[in-house]
Every structure is written in structure tokens, then in C-alpha cells.
């Protein structure tokens, strides 16, 4: 035993040794982090960029390191081209149910059996489809923080500063769309982001660009209007949400029919919901919204049940739509997609948690679309709610190619009658025909001691209402107008032009801004075909199921212009951890450091100058 891990050690040694008399330059490994607190109008936002060169032999190896930071947005778009038809899915002449469908994969001998060759082909067929793909460049500004070849034998750290000018910019949130489980129709999607990348410049002339952390601007909003309180009332007639090219699909084509058929749309109920909200509909992160939302019903064929409530922010695509629409596609939704997660310090309170020996810190982000549910009935036909703001919130903001909306989410689940479920389901196909009465209690306590007949409703909650087939779910929404910090100051957007744009300097320098001069550029065809227009997938429901692994895997699409924007850390993080770490003592020694470099910066006045 012993001998043979001498003899491992001894290779190990020799290995390294070999190695190491063959070093060259290609072995070098910078690393280069940033960490720095958010940007904001009229500010100047401090920052670290910290440099990591291994292995040992290299630390001679940098002649410089210089730092930029720069605004990129992006946008892209498919649709449909000026009068293209897609092809129907027709029914297969061989109506044999493959057996490779059937039982485990839910497909049922006497299903129709359809033909989605031709539909499914046309999805990555350019004589069908438009595809545009560009990205705009909205400023980049650079500074050289190492240089003379400094002595990386240990990490260095050198501070800067990002004074931004008196302008708005747009908030950062990470996109993590981009997988798809079905060939993609229409689409449209944008990204933007505020990334540093530290620019290092080797001894023997190479230069190497790394990402070294993204970062968000924190727009201001003039206070709201005075006085605050004043109340808002909206009433909105709740629809089912209709997705037109959903119609292409057999499937669905048929689920409508048969809707329609034993529940006409002219006979159901018609629901408006009256929305007040007590302190108006212009709010802040964190803030209630407190109000009432009373549903009007007809009387028709379909009745009320839960309704729910959900605060929620999406993004409307407007320049995706836009090129859509002066391209042809005349049935191109504005699409508003959901937002993906807000680039902020709220998203990450787990790393902050202190250490008290009872509960480990687990990852849990705040919910970004908190919600609630009421049950409704014919007799109490309103909800008074208080639903929280979330901290996070990201302010509305209309970027170059897409905009953040905040809304508030209507969703009236609408009983019908078991007739109609019979009609539509047939008398297996209605599972729930005994589930929920149409007028379901409303009483606590029956509810409770009905909850106690079960083996899953925990002792004293209310017993939920099973997930019954035998309803509609009805939508619709209302805008609530979510603002920045309040600033008086008073702050352009930063599409107007000649504005300037946010410059990294060295703490001590004088601050002199540059107007922005953005600079668009289309993204090569080849590359966009890449992303939108592959074959992949199927829109056949027997197929999908069966290939659900092909979709999974093939969950990210190729990389865009994009993928670089969250790269390295979010750089305000860091800066947190920074700042709590000496609030705790942690970084005690280096925190007298920092002061005196601080110091220095702090009582130095930045003269706020533009330079055409
Ligand atoms: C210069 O050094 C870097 C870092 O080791 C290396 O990646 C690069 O290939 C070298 N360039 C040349 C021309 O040797
Ligand atoms: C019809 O389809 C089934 C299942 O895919 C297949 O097994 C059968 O051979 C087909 N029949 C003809 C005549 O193509
Ligand atoms: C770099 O710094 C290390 C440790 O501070 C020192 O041992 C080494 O000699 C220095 N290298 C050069 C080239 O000055
Ligand atoms: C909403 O509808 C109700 C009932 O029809 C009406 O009384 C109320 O004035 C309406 N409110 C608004 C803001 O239109
Ligand atoms: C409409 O109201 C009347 C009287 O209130 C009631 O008899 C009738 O059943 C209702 N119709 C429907 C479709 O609910
Ligand atoms: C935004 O406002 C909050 C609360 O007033 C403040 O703590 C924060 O520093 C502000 N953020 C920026 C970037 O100005
Ligand atoms: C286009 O795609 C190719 C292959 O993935 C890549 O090498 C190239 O950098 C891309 N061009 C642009 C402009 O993104
Ligand atoms: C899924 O993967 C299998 C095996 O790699 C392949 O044979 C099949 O054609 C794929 N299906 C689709 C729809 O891409």
C-alpha cells in the first residue's frame, strides 16, 4: 500500500515537472471579476476590477488590462412573409394508429390520424418566413486600469468609477427564454444588457477580451402626481385568450368545435370585472396595492367561481411587431411574453443570510408574480385584496426594442353545466361530474369538516376544490404603472438623440461625458436561420410526446449576439458583499484600504461636463 501511493506520487511530481519545462505562453489564465454598484442618472457608481493570472510562471506575462463597459440590445423577429399560406395539416390516408403511440405515449387507436409533414417542414422553409435579427450598440467606454506590466503574482484589485449623465436608461433583466418544445411559428424576442469585459493585452502582443460581470441602470420617475391617493377604477370584460395560429392544430381546431357546439358563446354568461384600487394605479416596488374587484355577470349558461389575482410584468415586443406588421403578416400578435428575472440585489437575499446555526440558507427568490385566489359566488360577487408589489419590481421602461409592462391579472374560473361536460366529453370523458355543485359552499366550516374526509387536506384547512375539467378559465387585465426611484431631478430617456452616455473613469479623474452615438448592426442571415429557421420537432401531439427527449435536449437554440450579455457576475452582487463584509468585520483590514482610497475620491468634486 504504502509503496504504491509513493510510486502515485511520484509520477504525479514527474508529470508536473514535465509539464511545466514545456511551458508556454498559451498556458497563461487570466481571470478578470468587477464588482461595482448599479448605474443610475446623474450618479457615479463605484466599482472594483479584480485580475487573477495563473499559473505562477505567468504573473509577468500582462502588459496591461484596460476596462469597458458598454449598453448592447438586441432584437429579433420571424414571421410570416407578405401573403404566405401555411400548408393544412390534413387527415393521413392510412388512418392506422402506430402502435409506437399507443398507451404510454396517449394515443388511442380510433384517434384521426394526421398528416403534419408539410406544416411541420414549412416551419424552417425561408419561402414562408421572414427572419431579422440586429443588435444595437447603444455606448461603450473604456479605461486602462493596469499597465507597465505589472507584477500579477498574486490577484490585484484597482478601483474605477462609471459616472452616468443626467439620462434614463433602460433597467437590465436576464432573458432566459430561449428553449422552445415545439418548431417555432411567429416569434419575436430581446435582450439587453450593461456588460463589462476586461480587455488584456499579453507581453507577446495578444489581446483577449473576457467578460467580467453585467450590471443594471436604476431609471428614476418623477413623484407621482399629487395627491398620491387618489382612487382607480377600471372594469374589463374577461375573455378566454385566444392564440390565432393555435387554429392551425387538429387538435385544437376540434376542442373548439365541440365547445361550441354544447356551449355556444352566445348563450354563456357575459363577466365584467370592475377593479378599484383605493390608492390609484401608479406604484413602487414593495408598495400594496389595495383595492376591490367586483365581477357583473349575465345570466347565462356559465356561472362564477374562483377568481385570482396575480401581479405580473411582461414585455411587449414593439419592434418585432413593427417589422412584422410593415412586412405583411397581418395576424402577428403584439406578443407580451413574460419578463425573465430582474437584475437586482432583492433576487439574491440568500447570500446575506447571516450564519445562526438553526436554519441553513436556502435559495429561494422572491416570487416576481405574487398572487391571490377568493372564491366567488352570486351572493358576494367581490374580492377585497392587498397584494404586495414585489420588491423587485422592474419599472415600466420603453427600450429601443421592447418595453416593460406591469399589469394586474384577472383569471375568473367559470363553472358549466355537466350536460355541456357530457356533450363535449362524452359520459366516461366527464370525470368530474360530481366534483363541485354550481353553487359550491361558501362556508368555512363546511369546508373544513369536509376536509376532514379525505386523506390529503391537512386537519383544519379547508378542503381545496378538485381540479375539475368542467370549467373555463376567463382573463383579462389592467395596467398598473410601476415607477423608478423618485427623482425631482428632471431626467430624458435615452432614446432622445444626442444625449450623452455613461463614461468609466479612473476615482480620481474629472468627469467629461461624450454624446452616444449607437450604431445598429444586422445580424448575418445565416446566423438567424440558425436560431429560427432548423428543423426541429413536431407539431404532432403523438410524435411530440414520443420525442419529448429530442425537445429537451434541444432546449437552448443556438447562440445569438445575446449570450454575452450576463456574462461573469452581476456585478452589483459583489458590490454588496463587499459592503456587508465589512459591516461584519470580514474584509476588516482591507476595509481601511478602501477608505483611504475612497477618501480621496469622495473629497475630489466630479465636475459634470459634455463634450459634443
Ligand atoms: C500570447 O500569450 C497568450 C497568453 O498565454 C496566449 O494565449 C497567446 O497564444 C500568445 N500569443 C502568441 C502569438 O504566442
Ligand atoms: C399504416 O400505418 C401503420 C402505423 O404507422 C403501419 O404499421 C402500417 O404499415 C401502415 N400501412 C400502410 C398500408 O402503409
Ligand atoms: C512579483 O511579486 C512576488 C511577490 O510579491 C515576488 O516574489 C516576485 O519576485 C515579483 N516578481 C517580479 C518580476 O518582480
Ligand atoms: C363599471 O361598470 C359599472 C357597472 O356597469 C358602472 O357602475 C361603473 O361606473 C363602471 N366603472 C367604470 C370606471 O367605467
Ligand atoms: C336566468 O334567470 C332566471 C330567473 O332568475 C332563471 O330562472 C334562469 O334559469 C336563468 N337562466 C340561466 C341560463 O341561468
Ligand atoms: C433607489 O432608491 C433606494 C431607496 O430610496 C436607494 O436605496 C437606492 O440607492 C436607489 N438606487 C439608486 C441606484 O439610486
Ligand atoms: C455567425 O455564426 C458563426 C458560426 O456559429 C460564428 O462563428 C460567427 O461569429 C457568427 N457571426 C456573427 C456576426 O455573429
Ligand atoms: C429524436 O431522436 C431520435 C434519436 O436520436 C431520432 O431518431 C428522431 O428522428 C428524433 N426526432 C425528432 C423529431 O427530431
Same mark, same amino acid.
Given at each position: 500500500m504504502k509503496n504504491f501511493a509513493t510510486t502515485a506520487l511520484l509520477v504525479a511530481s514527474v508529470a508536473v515537472r514535465a509539464r511545466s519545462s514545456s511551458e508556454v505562453d498559451a498556458d497563461c489564465k487570466v481571470q478578470a471579476f468587477v464588482r461595482a454598484e448599479d448605474l443610475a442618472p446623474d450618479h457615479i457608481s463605484h466599482g472594483d476590477l479584480r485580475i487573477k493570472v495563473k499559473p505562477a510562471h505567468c504573473a509577468d506575462r500582462v502588459a496591461s488590462v484596460a476596462l469597458r463597459l458598454q449598453l448592447d440590445e438586441f432584437g429579433e423577429v420571424k414571421h410570416l412573409r407578405a401573403g404566405a399560406v401555411l400548408p393544412e395539416i390534413e387527415m393521413s390516408d392510412n388512418q392506422t394508429v402506430s402502435p409506437d403511440f399507443l398507451g404510454f405515449y396517449g394515443g388511442s387507436a380510433n384517434d384521426i390520424v394526421y398528416d403534419y409533414g408539410a406544416y411541420d417542414r414549412a416551419m424552417s422553409d425561408p419561402a414562408f418566413w421572414v427572419v431579422k435579427a440586429e443588435e444595437r450598440r447603444a455606448w461603450s467606454t473604456e479605461v486602462v486600469l /493596469?499597465? *507597465? *506590466? !505589472? *507584477? /500579477?503574482s498574486k490577484p490585484m484589485v484597482a478601483a474605477f468609477i462609471v459616472a452616468s449623465p443626467a439620462v434614463n436608461y433602460p433597467p437590465a433583466v436576464k432573458n432566459y427564454r430561449g428553449g422552445d418544445s415545439q418548431p417555432i411559428r411567429r416569434h419575436a424576442d430581446s435582450h439587453l444588457g450593461y456588460h463589462y469585459v476586461a480587455v488584456v493585452e499579453f507581453t507577446n502582443g495578444t489581446t483577449v477580451e473576457l467578460p467580467a460581470g453585467h450590471t443594471t441602470f436604476v431609471p428614476t420617475s418623477p413623484p407621482p402626481p399629487p395627491p398620491p391617493g387618489v382612487p382607480f377604477s377600471w372594469n374589463v370584460t374577461l375573455g378566454e385568450n385566444k392564440v390565432h395560429e393555435e387554429l392551425d392544430l387538429p387538435q385544437d381546431k376540434k376542442n373548439l368545435a365541440d365547445r361550441q357546439r354544447c356551449l355556444p358563446e352566445e348563450l354563456r354568461s357575459v363577466f365584467v370585472a370592475e377593479v378599484t384600487l383605493e390608492e390609484g394605479n401608479v406604484v413602487r416596488g414593495g408598495q400594496m396595492l389595495r383595492g376591490k374587484v367586483t365581477v357583473h355577470a349575465t345570466n347565462g349558461s356559465t356561472t362564477m367561481s374562483d377568481i385570482r389575482i396575480t401581479f405580473r410584468a411582461t414585455t411587449n415586443e414593439h419592434w418585432a411587431t413593427a417589422q412584422a406588421v410593415t412586412g405583411g403578416?397581418?395576424?402577428f400578435e403584439p406578443s407580451s411574453q413574460g419578463l425573465g428575472? !430582474? +437584475?437586482? +440585489?432583492?433576487?439574491?437575499?440568500y447570500v446575506f443570510k447571516e450564519k445562526d446555526g438553526t436554519t441553513p440558507s436556502v435559495w429561494r427568490s422572491p416570487s416576481l408574480s405574487p398572487s391571490l385566489q377568493s372564491r366567488l359566488r352570486v351572493a358576494k360577487p367581490y374580492f377585497d385584496f392587498e397584494l404586495e408589489v414585489p420588491k423587485s419590481a422592474v419599472p415600466d421602461f420603453s427600450a429601443f426594442y421592447s418595453s416593460v409592462e406591469n399589469w394586474l391579472e384577472l383569471r375568473l374560473d367559470v363553472l358549466y353545466s355537466q350536460d355541456a361536460d357530457i356533450c363535449m366529453n362524452g359520459v366516461d370523458g366527464s370525470r368530474c361530474a360530481d366534483a363541485e355543485d354550481e353553487n359550491p359552499t361558501d362556508d368555512a366550516f363546511e369546508k373544513t369538516e369536509e376536509g376532514l374526509w379525505d386523506s390529503h387536506t391537512p386537519v383544519g384547512q379547508a378542503v381545496e376544490p378538485r381540479n375539475c375539467r368542467r370549467r373555463l378559465y376567463l382573463t383579462g387585465k389592467v395596467r398598473i404603472n410601476v415607477l423608478g426611484n423618485i427623482s425631482t431631478q428632471s431626467v430624458d430617456h435615452y432614446l432622445k438623440s444626442g444625449l450623452p452616455s455613461p463614461v468609466i473613469l479612473l476615482p480620481q479623474a474629472d468627469v467629461v461625458f461624450a454624446v452616444a452615438h449607437p450604431a445598429t448592426i444586422v445580424e448575418p442571415i445565416a446566423n438567424t436561420s440558425a436560431r429560427l429557421l432548423s428543423p426541429q420537432g413536431t407539431f404532432d401531439p403523438h410524435q411530440s410526446r414520443l420525442n419529448f427527449y429530442n425537445f429537451t435536449r434541444r432546449a437552448a437554440r443556438a447562440p445569438g449576439p445575446s449570450s454575452r450579455y450576463n456574462g461573469g457576475s452581476y456585478t452589483g452582487l459583489l458590490w454588496k458583499k463587499k459592503v456587508v463584509a465589512m459591516e461584519r468585520g470580514i474584509l476588516l483590514s482591507e476595509a481601511a484600504e478602501f477608505e483611504a482610497e475612497a477618501q480621496g475620491e469622495i473629497g475630489g468634486q466630479h465636475a459634470f461636463v459634455v463634450t459634443p
Open positions: /493596469f499597465q *507597465n *506590466n !505589472p *507584477n /500579477f403578416d397581418d395576424k428575472r !430582474p +437584475v437586482c +440585489v432583492d433576487e439574491y437575499a
